[in-house]
C-alpha cells in the first residue's frame, strides 16, 4: 500500500543534542511537509517542500531545519533541541488536486521526548 | 490569515448519542476538509467538500458546506467509540501548497 513513514516512532534526546527525524513516501507525492503538533492542538505548520524548493514558515525557528535528498524521503533536523521542543512530528505529502485543493496524507508521527 | 474556528472545543458523550461539531470562518474558502486524529496517530482525511451547500455521508458521518463556503459542520449519527479522536477542520491558503487547521474538537464517546 502507499503510504507515508516515519523513523523512528519514539525519539529521545538530550536538551541540545542534535536529532533527526525521518519520512519516508511512496505515494510520489510532490509535496512533503513537516508539522509539530503539542498536545490537544492542531498541527503547527514547520515549513514544506515543492519538489526541492523549499518554504520555511515565517514563525520556524533557526533551531529547525529540513533536508529533501529526492522525491522520497524528506528529514527534519533540530540542532538544539529545547525542552519546549518536546512534541509530535508529523511529516505529510500531497499532490495538488484540480482546483487547487491540497490533500494531505499524514505519517504516524514521532513522539520526541527532550531530557 | 484565513481563521478557522471550531466549536466545541471538547466533547463527551456516550454511544449511541449524536453529535454535530463545527467549523466557522469569516473567509470564504474554495474547499474544506475534515481529518481524524485518533490518540498517538497522524490525521486521517474524511472528506473534502467543494461546492456550497454539498453534503456528503460517509457512513454515519454527515459532511455539510455552508452555502456561503465559509463553514462546515459534521455530524456523527450513534457515535461509537471507535469514533474518539481529534476531528480538525482545514481549508487552502491563499497562495501555495498549504493548509490551515482549525484547532480541532476532541470527542470522547464512552461506552
Known amino acids: 500500500d502507499a503510504m507515508v513513514i516515519q523513523n523512528p516512532r519514539y525519539q529521545v534526546t538530550q536538551f541540545g543534542k542534535p536529532v533527526t527525524l525521518s519520512c519516508s513516501q511512496t505515494?510520489?507525492?510532490?509535496?512533503m511537509y513537516w508539522y509539530q503538533q503539542k498536545s490537544s492542538q492542531a498541527p503547527k505548520l514547520l515549513f514544506h517542500?515543492?519538489?526541492?524548493?523549499?518554504?520555511n514558515e515565517a514563525d520556524t525557528p533557526d533551531n529547525f531545519q529540513s533536508r529533501r535528498p529526492n522525491t522520497s524521503f524528506c528529514f527534519l533536523d533540530i540542532r538544539s533541541p529545547g525542552l519546549g521542543d518536546a512534541a509530535m512530528y508529523l511529516c505529510?505529502?500531497?499532490?495538488?488536486?484540480?482546483?487547487?485543493?491540497?490533500?494531505?496524507?499524514f505519517g504516524p508521527g514521532t513522539r520526541l521526548t527532550v531530557t | 490569515t484565513q481563521l478557522l474556528e471550531q466549536s466545541p472545543q471538547f466533547l463527551s458523550i456516550q454511544e449511541g448519542e449524536n453529535l454535530t461539531v463545527y467549523c466557522n470562518s469569516s473567509s470564504v474558502f474554495s474547499s474544506l476538509q475534515w481529518y481524524r486524529q485518533e490518540p498517538g496517530e497522524g490525521p486521517v482525511l474524511l472528506v473534502t467538500?467543494?461546492?456550497?451547500?454539498e453534503v456528503k455521508k460517509l457512513k454515519r458521518l454527515t459532511f455539510q458546506f455552508g452555502d456561503a463556503r465559509k463553514d462546515s459542520s459534521l455530524h456523527i449519527t450513534a457515535a461509537q467509540p471507535g469514533d474518539t479522536g481529534l476531528y480538525l477542520c482545514a481549508g487552502p491558503r491563499g497562495s501555495g501548497y498549504a493548509l490551515n487547521f482549525g484547532k480541532g474538537t476532541s470527542l470522547l464517546v464512552t461506552p
Open positions: 467538500v467543494v461546492t456550497g451547500g
Open positions: 505529510a505529502t500531497s499532490s495538488r488536486l484540480a482546483g487547487g485543493r491540497d490533500e494531505q496524507y
Open positions: 505515494l510520489n507525492h510532490n509535496v
Open positions: 517542500y515543492y519538489d526541492k524548493d523549499f518554504n
